[in-house]
């Protein structure tokens, strides 16, 4: 069984300003984890993914993510805030080495104010 | 590479009636998920196709819903007799590799809205 939690169904940031968003999971096998972004009334795309190999992973856009076996977490960082990074960001976790379905997250609402 | 296509965009449909809803995974893809967003939630796993086989159906209601991804053409999703708790996102995602989660392509999504 797998699941995942977002800590923060909201976050609001200044433009310029370092973004954290939460994510902790919890998986029964070694976990692929993923960090997707939606625009509104867009699809999905894929921001990272850890996959065991560097537990930092580092994305498109200037995000990162750090997986932490020990906390089970996988938090998604930005160091500076953009306009543009207003979404709705997923954390979604899979078992590595099965065909399988991802389990999503219930999301995270990132506001980017000036 | 047109990515995953999926149509329509928007879909409107009265209670009782189908709704049928496509993808087109990328080239040389052959495995398509299909997962379901309702208002203000994460997805929700649906289906995992390869060609003219149903993998993994866990997610799929048991009554009125149905998926196929034939030989030839794209995966539909096929939902009879519609109600208004269908209305959601359906996306479909789709992926060279089924057996190493190296993540999907997602399409844009169809929007059911029941009326």
């Known amino acids: 069984a797998q699941s995942v939690t977002q800590l923060d169904s909201h976050v609001s940031v200044s433009e310029g300003t370092p973004v954290l968003l939460r994510c902790n999971y919890s998986s029964s096998y070694s976990p692929s984890l993923f960090w997707y972004v939606q625009h509104p009334n867009k699809g999905l795309q894929l921001l990272l993914k850890y996959t065991s190999a560097a537990t930092l992973v580092k994305g498109i856009n200037g995000f990162e993510a750090e997986f932490k076996k020990s906390e089970t977490s996988f938090h998604l960082t930005k160091p500076s805030a953009h306009m543009s990074d207003a979404a709705e960001y997923f954390c979604?976790?899979?078992?590595?080495?099965?065909?399988?379905?991802?389990?999503f997250g219930t999301g995270t609402r990132l506001q980017v104010t000036l | 590479n047109a990515g995953v296509m999926q149509n329509p965009r928007h879909l409107v449909r009265r209670r009782g009636q189908e709704a049928r809803l496509r993808c087109s995974p990328m080239k040389g893809h052959s495995h398509v998920y299909w997962y379901r967003q309702l208002p203000e939630e994460g997805l929700k796993f649906m289906v995992y196709?390869?060609?003219?086989?149903?993998?993994?159906e866990s997610g799929m209601p048991k009554e009125r819903f149905s998926a196929e991804f034939p030989k030839e053409g794209p995966s539909i999703l096929r939902i009879q007799q519609v109600v208004r708790g269908d209305s959601a996102a359906y996306f479909c995602?789709?992926?060279?590799?089924?057996?190493?989660?190296?993540?999907?392509?997602f399409g844009s999504g169809t929007r059911l809205t029941v009326v």
């Open positions: 196709l390869q060609k003219e086989n149903i993998i993994d």
């Open positions: 995602a789709s992926s060279a590799e089924g057996t190493r989660n190296y993540g999907y392509t």
């Open positions: 979604v976790v899979s078992p590595i080495g099965t065909a399988s379905k991802l389990t």
